[in-house]
């Protein structure tokens, strides 16, 4: 045991002193007794350790609590107030007040595999590396195109240099095993090949980047030339969703049998849509226009299909957007990557890990994402991620994109993901 401290709390009631520990190991066989007996709280910073297993041993399991705090501690104000299956609800307020004296801003976190932030994390390395497995983009692009159309600050794969894989990935299979092999939380191969050959991220100066090189810098999207015409069909499913090009030059045409097909699916890969409306693959092009307000398209075609994609990409350049092209995917790479941290958020708040506002609050001041993903999927609309999640779901056959029940209901009833049920 490390870092022992003790807090007196003058101000509060119960006049009840907090000895906070940072366990490193589990603690078997040991019955912890403190100096202020009944009126002492036992606060424990494990990040991986349940709270119950901890307490299991004590003479008073209802003064053992779980308070996790982040790194860097003095500049992140997020802490997890956890109560174990004992811990009375006396010593949860009093633990949340000492939280807020301390200048903190507390959530309260089921005790679970990951509380609420280790957890919601797993969705975007997880979703990052099963992209790249199955040879869609390579991590740089996957980095580039989340930072680009996602707003993140990071991409996963730099995310995962910076913390340690060798941190990250004993993470990501403790909680996958904590969750009973949960497929929505499954990782890749890759993630423990890269602790096997010891390519841990930047404090050993090698993980998916090489630090003996600077890293890549984010494009500037080019700068719009004269409008020029672009003549393309677009199946009506699809009308709404190219209806922003209009201005840039899109002229929208019946198919003549030689123009390119321009299509955007939801969880869908272009090869299934081609397939679905007995499109000619060979001049379908499916765009991504969920970054087009940030300046950035993504863009990919069924395996073949490149007659039409160098036009359609320096159509879409002159227009004054960044374009990445990538290999046939299920919701592309912004939208497939997204619409996973949604949908396990969603989860969160179905099994009760947190409540929708304090997953929001751990969501984006634990992990710094751009928004609070329950409140981004009220904002880009339940149905479009349901469809989303669905699409990923028939098209893989995987148990990975099953939609959570919280989103399925919502998206159906027309209500809020922060509602309570």
Known sequence: MTDHLHANMQDNPTDATLALRALRRFPDRVAFRWDGGEQTILASNTS??????????????????GMHFFNPVPLMKLVEVIPGAATSADVTETTVAVSKQMGKVPVIAKDGPGFIVNLGGRA?????????????????????????????????????????????????????????????????????????????GRKVG?????????????????????????????????????????????????DNGTAPILVAPLGED???????????????????????????????????????????????????????VIKDSPGFVAPRIIAMIVNLCCEMAQIGVGSPEDLGKAMTMGLNYPMNPLSYGDEVGRERLLATMQG????????????????RRRAMLGLSLMSAD
Not at 277 to 306: E, F, K, Q, W, Y
Not at 399 to 407: A, D, F, G, N, T
């Open 48 to 65: 991986s350790l349940s709270i119950a297993s901890i307490a299991k041993n004590c003479a008073q399991k209802d003064r053992v609590v």
């Open 124 to 200: 975007y390395y997880t979703e990052g590396l099963h992209i790249e497995a199955e040879g869609v983009a390579p991590p740089e692009q996957i980095d580039r195109i989340m930072k680009m159309a996602g707003g993140f600050r990071m991409g996963p794969f730099e995310l995962m240099d910076l913390t340690g894989i060798d941190t990250n990935y004993p993470v990501s299979t403790f909680i996958f095993d904590g969750y009973h092999n949960d497929a929505r939380l499954r990782t890749t191969p890759r993630h423990g090949y890269m602790v096997e050959a010891g390519r841990l």
């Open 206 to 254: 090698q993980g998916f980047y090489d630090y003996s090189q600077d890293l890549p810098k984010l494009p500037v999207p080019p700068e719009a030339g004269p409008v020029t015409e672009l003549a393309a069909h677009v199946p009506g499913q699809f009308a709404d969703a190219f209806g922003a090009l209009a201005d840039k030059g899109l002229n929208v045409q019946a």
């Open 270 to 324: 272009c090869t299934t849509v081609v397939h679905r409306l007995g499109l000619d693959a060979r001049r379908t092009v499916a765009v991504d226009l969920s970054g087009a307000a940030m300046g950035i398209v993504t863009v990919m075609t069924a395996p073949g299909g490149n007659d039409a994609l160098e036009g359609v990409t320096s159509w879409l350049q002159g227009a004054g957007l960044h374009v990445e």
């Open 392 to 407: 990923l779901q028939a098209v893989t056959g995987s148990e990975r994109y099953r939609p959570s029940l919280w989103l």
